[in-house]
């Protein structure tokens, strides 16, 4: 069996293979926060299609200060139609990990209401449990709120929050408070960037320090984004691995690797040589559902 369809297990639940969607918008958003049925149809079919991990699109753990199309878990109004969504995923035999970001994009905002988004953060992911997700994922990759604050590009804070060391307090105070509060129940993943490939920003080794501390902190699965477009950086087939493998040599939680996978012998190569635990992929499966049984069958045949 090729190593791309052998199973994983996160967190003592079984993925069947190794092929995740990145948390790519859906399109299926209106301005309430509540998932449709378009959108529960949507996450349906990527699981059908044979993907074995699912990180959802961004739900908002506070409501967004303007109006605008987004998912939300900071109301317990939501959870019912979340849970209609994860059930007929996981019937299909696909996890899901619900992924988490604030609405503020400033990393300036007071630290008083700092800690009260730390706090609805914590009280989203218990909300998580509540929908049968099997995890979530804390988004601080996409220019978000905690991408801001772990950046020293943009946080420029001079409280606590804001030392070298403090730019990850937010993150930490989140891993550890969920934690505390709802234990080891569910998955509690953190999407980081392993370098932002700008002068002054967060590079490779400030990424594998971070990772350490989430880990020993409860992280259990590190999702490693490709830098955005805008990064001066060559990109072909696999470009991000290598960068993730240093990342993933010193962990112990398994680590998710990105960067135009959607050749199924690379990806394959990639699981079998040990780079990383799982390949993600975004537009290959937004596009091509059954992108998984394809490659399947692909690789089966080259045997």
Do not use: C
């Amino acid at each position: 069996m090729a190593d791309l369809f052998s199973s994983l297990q996160i967190g003592g639940r079984t993925l069947r293979n190794r092929i995740v969607m990145a948390p790519l918008p859906s399109g299926t958003a209106n301005n309430d926060g509540f998932v449709g049925n378009s959108a529960i149809d949507y996450y349906a079919r990527l699981a059908q299609g044979g993907v074995g991990l699912i990180l959802s699109e961004t739900l908002l753990v506070r409501p967004p200060n303007t109006p605008q199309a987004h998912f939300g878990l900071y109301s317990d109004l939501f959870v019912p139609r979340l849970r209609q969504l994860v059930t007929l995923v996981r019937i299909q035999g696909a996890r899901i990990l619900l992924t988490l970001d604030a609405p503020v994009p400033e990393a300036t905002i007071a630290t008083a209401a700092l800690q009260q988004l730390g706090e609805a953060f914590i009280l989203a992911i218990a909300r998580a449990q509540r929908t049968g997700a099997d995890g979530v994922l804390l988004s601080a990759a996409d220019g978000g709120l905690l991408h801001q604050l772990l950046s020293p590009l943009y946080n420029q804070r001079i409280d606590h929050y804001g030392t070298p060391s403090g730019r990850s307090r937010l993150m930490l105070e989140i891993v550890e408070g969920s934690r505390a509060w709802i234990g080891k129940r569910i998955i509690l993943g953190v999407r980081l960037l392993p370098d932002e490939f700008t002068p002054g920003g967060l590079n490779a080794q400030d990424a594998r320090m971070l990772a350490r501390r989430l880990s020993a902190a409860g992280m259990q699965l590190l999702d490693l984004a490709a830098p955005p477009a805008q990064a001066h950086v060559a990109r072909f087939p696999g470009w991000a691995i290598p960068l993730a493998h240093t990342i993933r040599r010193v962990l112990d939680v398994p680590v998710i690797g990105s960067g135009e996978l959607d050749d199924p012998h690379l990806a394959d190569s990639i699981i079998r040589d040990g780079m990383v635990d799982l390949v993600m992929l975004d537009e290959a499966l937004y596009h091509d559902p059954d992108w998984p049984l394809r490659a399947q069958k692909v690789l089966l045949d080259a045997e």
